[in-house]
């Protein structure tokens, strides 16, 4: 792991004041591991990268201070879940918060970023490196060889993706070592390469038609009330009054422009709230759920656990271990 942790990771610990740490406390020691200065914050930053193929990456800090931070990040392409975060891309700019799908292909232009205070930062990612997408798997499939590349920019702010939720926190919660950790680590990051081509291909066929821009405003509408109700029994019929549209057209057209069902996209904010709930209070799973618009924990949990790859008292069990 040396040659890409020393190239590249070391010099950006280092400017904001990370500090190399043997105790990698609830991470796999296979990988390495830096804790934020007592006097700017707390947590760490896990890092595990194989030769100049790919890194897998764990971000669990938060800063005492809102900080303005700008670095060259390596040639690459990234993909990152945040669980929680709030801040601010200037290039473009772009809120940042709980439950956003961040990817990355590499430019010329630096990353700036403004990070609020006593937000925790919690990310899994990947980063492949051309080495990898360009050498080794045009090596490894020299006659179906088909670029990554633009499946990731078209998961650039994705609303869903259980599977690859699911797969970040087996990478996360991981523990072997040695030549298993090695080929555990390999194995994910060619499952999340699929997966994510796959899933840029399927968005790609949904985007194939355009909607016309009367249609687009309409379900923007929809998407902001059911962002402000989401809590609530929302018959479908009040939305198709919102959007001026029959039914069939509201499912039909929701669906091809945000990826998702309407259903999904109620699920997709009830489980960010419960995430923030699940921290930030002591309410009992049952409550969390009724709070979000559940009537059964039992229902909640089970699809907090399709979408976050976890049941909720583990999910707030962890997020407290931090």
Not at 119 to 140: F, T
């Amino acid at each position: 792991m040396g040659g890409m942790i020393a190239d590249y990771y070391q010099s950006v610990m280092d400017r904001y004041h990370f500090i190399p740490d043997k105790n990698t406390g609830s991470f796999n020691p296979a990988g390495m591991y830096w804790r934020l200065s007592p006097e700017i914050g707390e947590g760490g930053y896990w890092v595990y990268a194989w030769k100049d193929l790919f890194d897998i990456k764990i971000h669990d800090f938060f800063f005492y201070q809102d900080i303005f931070m700008e670095f060259e990040l390596p040639s690459c392409l990234s993909y990152t879940q945040y669980d929680s975060i709030s801040g601010k891309e200037l290039a473009p700019q772009r809120c940042l918060s709980a439950g956003c799908i961040k990817t990355f292909v590499s430019s010329r232009d630096p990353y700036k970023v403004l990070v609020h205070k006593e937000v925790p930062i919690r990310s899994v990612g990947i980063e492949i490196m051309p080495a990898y997408y360009e050498d080794y798997l045009k090596m490894r499939y020299p006659d179906s060889y088909d670029s990554p590349l633009p499946a990731f920019r078209k998961m650039d702010g994705a609303d869903k993706f259980p599977e690859m939720a699911r797969l970040l926190w087996q990478m996360k919660t991981y523990r072997g070592s040695g030549i298993a950790a090695s080929l555990f680590y390999e194995g994910k990051i060619a499952e999340a390469v699929a997966f994510i081509m796959e899933a840029g291909r399927q968005r790609q066929k949904a985007r194939q038609v355009r909607l016309p821009e009367q249609d687009i405003s309409a379900l923007n509408e929809v998407a902001a009330y059911l962002d402000s109700h989401y809590a609530s029994k929302i018959p479908l019929e009040r939305l198709a009054k919102i959007a001026c549209m029959g039914t069939t057209k509201l499912k039909t057209s929701f669906k091809q422009f945000h990826s998702c069902t309407i259903t999904e996209y109620i699920q997709k904010q009830r489980i960010n709230q419960a995430k923030d709930l699940l921290v930030a209070t002591n309410l009992t799973v049952g409550q969390v759920a009724q709070a979000v618009g559940y009537s059964t924990s039992s229902r909640f949990a089970r699809l907090f656990c399709q979408n976050t790859g976890v049941l909720p008292v583990e999910y707030r069990r962890m997020a407290r271990e931090k």
